[in-house]
């Protein structure tokens, strides 16, 4: 049985198997278990190397529930991040961030910024970063003294300005606003320079006194957020991030609101999606995620023709001639075989640092695991595409952490496995046919010898 490659450490597969145990998608590691993705490798890379390059890209992910779309959009993530692209991941709601509203994402966007040293929120890090740069930048120059702060202040003002000469254009306030919270930190004014680092992040309750101060007015709307994304991907860019990875999730959520939101929500991505075309945003790639219905439905993106115009892709083929270069990429799924698959590279991440890892391979071998997976999925209507969350959930949780830690547990013998309608998601449960009624299946060969051994999980 192989394992993990040895630059994965101990601390990265514990997050990575303590995720999977609570039902979700861990954060990081998702190369350690990928199945199905090495399809899309070269052409993701290119789309990588464009945005580098200060290009920009869009790709809309199209999947199922559980064909695997936000578990996509973290491991492109990580390899966005390893070319050195600030990441952030936000998720479209009714409430929190709609899209008709795109001074929410801006907000959520700069909340969920991350890189490869920072995690989320990374936008003061990144800022303090691009006026360190701006600084000795203007220091190099050999026209400052290392101790004429005014001239320094004066000099890094002056390259702000011509950095953000485009942004300036159309969103005067965000270089206004960099200039005061550089002020501010100068000046060692702490509250002050929190204030406008939040004002740069969109957020709304900041004082009216700290806005004054820096000569701006008011709170981000709709289209000034368009200027906001543009002038941080020029402050990313001049920090050391060629651009920025943006993951629009559950785009699909836009089928459940009031008409004239829909209108409105779809009309703003069109808005982007142009933009984006323009050239306004070097740097940016775009990922939206959504659901079929979303895309081909009546209430989607069908709703507004030059939209679906933009979003058009030919699935009449079978799903293995797909494109990877396509504006909509379809993830078809698990089947057994890849679900298998997946279970294997689980438990070989489980090994790496298991007491016994000699009893994963003989308890936990790749008969049992195809066996659970047939299970599992049986249980769920045969629907395999849904399988994959519960599948790893159980195999770490109940089979796994069981084996490593009973020296007389076999889960042949001592296991059942059992589903309650408490720890399915709504899409599982209709699936299962369980409403709040538990759903216990057979173990997979009964040999204990007393049915008072059997151990079940709920």
């Avoid at 969109?202 to 709307?221: C, E, F, P, Y």
């Avoid at 216990?440 to 999980?457: G, I």
């Amino acid at each position: 049985m192989t394992r993990p490659t040895p630059d994965i450490s101990t601390a990265r597969r514990q997050d990575v198997l303590d995720a999977l145990r609570r039902g979700t998608v861990p954060q990081a590691g998702l190369g350690l278990f990928a199945v199905g993705l090495t399809r899309f490798e070269a052409a993701l890379d290119d789309n990588l190397d464009t945005v580098t390059r200060g290009g920009s890209a869009f790709h809309a992910l199209r999947g199922e529930y559980g064909s695997g779309k936000t578990f996509f959009a973290r491991w492109l993530a990580e390899n966005a991040k390893r070319r050195g692209l600030a990441v952030s991941e936000v998720q479209i709601s009714e409430t929190e961030t709609p899209l008709h509203r795109l001074e929410t994402v801006y907000r959520k966007l700069t909340e969920r910024l991350t890189t490869a040293t920072h995690q989320p929120s990374a936008l003061r890090a990144v800022i303090d970063s691009w006026l360190y740069a701006l600084e000795e930048e203007a220091l190099a120059s050999g026209e400052i003294d290392d101790d004429d702060e005014a001239g320094l202040a004066a000099a890094v003002d002056e390259l702000l300005e011509h950095r953000l000469a485009a942004v300036a254009r159309t969103t005067p306030a965000f270089s206004a606003a960099l200039r005061g919270y550089h002020r501010a930190v100068a000046s060692g004014d702490g509250p002050q320079a929190e204030a406008l680092i939040a004002w740069l992040g969109g957020q709304k309750s900041v004082a009216a006194a700290a806005k004054r101060s820096a000569g701006i007015r008011g709170d981000l709307d709709h289209f000034g957020a368009l200027g906001f994304l543009q002038g941080l991907l020029t402050v990313l860019r001049d920090c050391g991030h060629p651009g920025l990875l943006l993951v629009l999730d559950e785009v699909e959520t836009l089928q459940r609101v009031r008409g004239d939101v829909r209108e409105k929500s779809l009309n703003a991505l069109r808005q982007l999606l142009d933009e984006i075309d323009s050239g306004r945003f070097p740097g940016l790639f775009l990922v939206i995620t959504g659901t079929p219905a979303f895309y081909d439905g009546p209430q989607g993106v069908q709703r507004l023709p030059p939209l679906a115009q933009r979003l058009a892709t030919d699935f009449t083929t079978d799903p293995r001639f797909d494109s990877p270069r396509a504006v909509q990429l379809r993830l078809p799924g698990f089947d057994l075989a890849s679900l298998g698959e997946l279970g294997r590279k689980v438990r070989e991440i489980y090994a790496a640092d298991a007491r016994r890892p000699d009893r994963l391979a003989t308890h936990a071998d790749d008969t049992y695991l195809e066996e659970l997976a047939r299970s599992l999925t049986g249980s769920l209507g045969g629907k395999v595409g849904i399988a994959p969350r519960l599948y790893l959930r159980k195999l770490v949780a109940d089979v796994l952490d069981r084996i490593d830690e009973f020296d007389d547990f076999d889960p042949r013998k001592h296991y059942a496995l059992t589903l309650d309608s408490a720890e399915l998601t709504p899409t599982e449960r209709n699936a299962a046919g369980a409403d709040d009624i538990e759903l216990e299946l057979e173990p997979f060969v009964d040999t204990a010898p007393e049915p008072s051994t059997e151990s079940k999980s709920s």
